[in-house]
Structure formats: C-alpha cells, structure tokens
C-alpha cells in the first residue's frame, strides 16, 4: 500500500485509518491494530510539524506499508528539512518515545534530501498479552 498526501493535518487522520484497516486485513489483533493506528498518527503528525515548516505551501507525506514475513513493515517519509526540535511545537515532545513503545522496530534515517521512518510491527497474536481490551483510537 502507498499513500502519498499532503503533509496537513488533514492526511493524519487518513494515513491512520488506512493503516489500521490495512492491520485488520493482515489479522492483527486489536492491541497490535491501535498500535498500528498510535504510531502511524504520531510519524505522520512528525511530518506535517517539522518537514516543511521552512515553506510556505506544504510539501507531501509518504507512507508506504507491506507484510513481510509476521510483520507489518511501514515507512513514513517526507523530502522536507528532517526532524528538529522546536520550541514553539503544540507538542510533548513524546512522540518518537511513544512510537518506539509501541512499534517492534523504529529506525530514523535522514539524508538531507529525505526523512524516513521505518517502523516495524510483529503481526503474531503470542507476540504480548494482547488479551486485555483496547479502546478504539483508530
């Protein structure tokens, strides 16, 4: 799966929404499916605050999604000015802490024409406790 959208706060809803139906298809159970829905709502939101914050039009956000194997590989990436902290961000500053609590995997690469994020998701119901209920974020 591909999305490519505009990097507005708009798109995080979308890119949420399609991941977690995606999660469902690929038989993720609830616990693993809000996961999903967190992590991608958090990369995503990365974008549309830090990316193109230099521009005055907004730039476009990527997220790419396939199994691999028991895993739910995602990549989010944006061509903006790569991830900085920010002392006016409406923000915690917890995002990428929460993403990597969450995820099985969490790699950060940014090579000065790009970001990319690339977060990994272990698919198997034995993988946690995946018993207690979740409440729905997605």
Excluded: K
């Excluded at 194997?69 to 903006?80: I, K, N, R």
């Amino acid at each position: 799966m591909r999305l490519t959208l505009p990097a507005v706060a708009a798109s995080v809803p979308e890119a949420r929404h399609a991941l977690s139906a995606l999660a469902r298809e690929l038989g993720a159970s609830e616990r693993v499916v809000a996961d999903v829905a967190l992590a991608v709502s958090e990369a995503c939101t990365n974008v549309v605050l830090h990316a193109y914050r230099e521009l005055e039009e907004p730039g476009t956000l990527t997220v790419d999604a396939a199994p691999h194997g028991a895993l739910l590989e995602v990549l989010v990436s944006d061509e903006g000015s790569g991830l900085r902290a920010r002392d006016d961000s409406p923000g915690l500053g917890m995002g990428m802490a929460l993403m990597a609590a969450v995820a099985t995997g969490l790699q950060l690469d940014h090579d000065g024409a790009a970001t990319r994020l690339h977060l990994t998701f272990d698919l198997r119901p034995e993988r946690r406790d995946d018993t207690e209920e979740v409440p729905d974020r997605a």
